[in-house]
Structure formats: structure tokens, C-alpha cells
């Protein structure tokens, strides 16, 4: 069964104190793993795929990196703005279109 | 990002009635459409998968009959929630995934229903 965990549940940082967001997950053939940013009473906003072990993408203050078993979200710097909540889901592969969302990381940036 | 427009935004009704929620892609063609229930700080769940043109696909433990999925085109999809009762009340989130727009999908904003 597909599984995506996500720590640490909830995070705060000081404005400016880089840290990384963790998702592990399980999966019979990644077809693609998702993060998002979500604002309280939103919808998700689409932040990065990864597709492949390796793979890394940037975005602003935010990098986006995987391995086979795990993806990091790093965030350097950040900045008040950057409080959400940052949801990780993958897709498997052989499902084709499901996607399964972790339970989320609270991030919170006091200035 | 594609856009996916989700509406209402926010609905009230009293218990028993039912309650439909739209979901549009707005600037592609959206083969798949998802919906999901989000709780007070929980992550979202999938209720279920619809293709254009073809039956949804219900996750384990969500009422077909209760929650009725139509995405009869490659543009809209609704939700139904029939006889709605106050554990309905929720954040319901529909998104979209199209051929044209790789493998990731798109969200729209949500609608907060309330059943009293």
C-alpha cells in the first residue's frame, strides 16, 4: 500500500534559520512526487515535481530534492511569507493518476 | 500553473438537502479529476478519481451513493453531497490533471460546506 510521511508535523523557525521538511514514502513505481504549499482555507498551490533519485529543483528560497526512498523541501532564509503548511504527495506509477498526500509540515516563521 | 476554478467557495445548507460543488478547468483539458476532504488541520483524502466520460472511482470507505461524482466533459466536474448531514461538513477540494500538463495536478481553492 502507498504511503508518503511527512515530518516534522509542525515547525518554527526564526526568520532567516534555513531548515528541511522531510517526506519518506513507499511506493510501487513513482511516477512523480509532488510538493505543494497550502494557506489556511486554500486549496494547495503547486510548488515542484521530481520525477527521478537525483533530481533537484528550485524555487526562490525553496529546493526540492529525491531520493528513492524520501524527498527533502529545504528552505534557506526564509522569510514570514513562507508560513504554510507544505504537503508532499506522490503518484504511483501503477495507478496511473492517484495521487496520496502526507499529512503535512505546519511551517511557522516568526520575524 | 493551469487554472482550476472550484465553486461555491463556501456553502450552508440545512441537513437533509443536498448540495452540489463545481470544479473547472479553466485553461485545459482535464482528463482526470480528483476530489479530496480536507479536516481541521489534517491532510487531504481522496474520496475519488473520475475520468471524462466514464464512472468515478470511490476510495475505500466513501459512500457512492452518498457522494455523487459526474465529469461529463473535459472541463467541469460536480460533486453531489446527497441528504447532508452535519459529519458532512467539511473542506472539499476537487483537482485536476490533464495529458497536456504533465503529471502533476492542479487545485482549485475549495469549498467549505457547513450542514446545520
Known amino acids: 500500500e502507498d504511503q508518503v510521511t511527512q515530518s516534522p508535523e509542525a515547525l518554527r523557525l526564526q526568520e532567516g534559520e534555513s531548515s528541511s521538511l522531510n517526506c519518506s514514502y513507499t511506493?510501487?513505481?513513482?511516477?512523480?512526487l509532488f510538493w505543494y504549499r497550502q494557506d489556511p482555507g486554500k486549496g494547495p498551490e503547486f510548488l515542484f515535481t521530481?520525477?527521478?533519485a537525483g533530481e533537484e529543483k528550485e524555487k526562490e528560497r525553496l529546493k526540492a530534492t529525491l531520493t528513492k526512498k524520501e524527498s527533502f523541501l529545504h528552505i534557506t532564509a526564509p522569510k514570514p511569507e513562507d508560513s504554510a503548511t507544505y504537503l508532499c504527495a506522490v503518484q504511483d506509477g501503477r495507478s496511473a493518476s492517484k495521487i496520496i498526500f502526507g499529512s503535512g509540515t505546519r511551517l511557522s516563521i516568526r520575524p | 500553473g493551469a487554472v482550476v476554478s472550484q465553486h461555491p467557495s463556501w456553502v450552508i445548507c440545512k441537513s437533509g438537502t443536498s448540495v452540489k460543488i463545481e470544479c473547472r478547468s479553466l485553461?485545459?483539458?482535464?482528463?482526470?479529476m480528483f476530489w479530496y476532504r480536507q479536516f481541521p488541520k489534517q491532510s487531504l483524502m481522496l474520496m475519488a478519481t473520475s475520468n471524462e466520460g466514464s464512472k468515478a472511482t470511490y476510495e475505500q470507505g466513501v459512500e457512492k451513493d452518498k457522494f455523487l461524482i459526474n465529469h461529463a466533459s473535459l472541463t467541469l466536474s460536480t460533486l453531489t453531497v446527497t441528504s447532508a448531514h452535519p459529519e458532512d461538513s467539511s473542506f472539499y477540494i476537487c483537482?485536476?490533471?490533464?495529458?497536456?500538463?504533465?503529471?502533476?495536478?492542479?487545485f482549485g481553492q475549495g469549498t467549505r460546506l457547513t450542514v446545520v
Open positions: 521530481l520525477y527521478s
Open positions: 485553461d485545459f483539458q482535464a482528463t482526470t
Open positions: 483537482s485536476a490533471a490533464g495529458l497536456d500538463r504533465g503529471t502533476e495536478a492542479f
Open positions: 511506493v510501487s513505481g513513482l511516477r512523480g
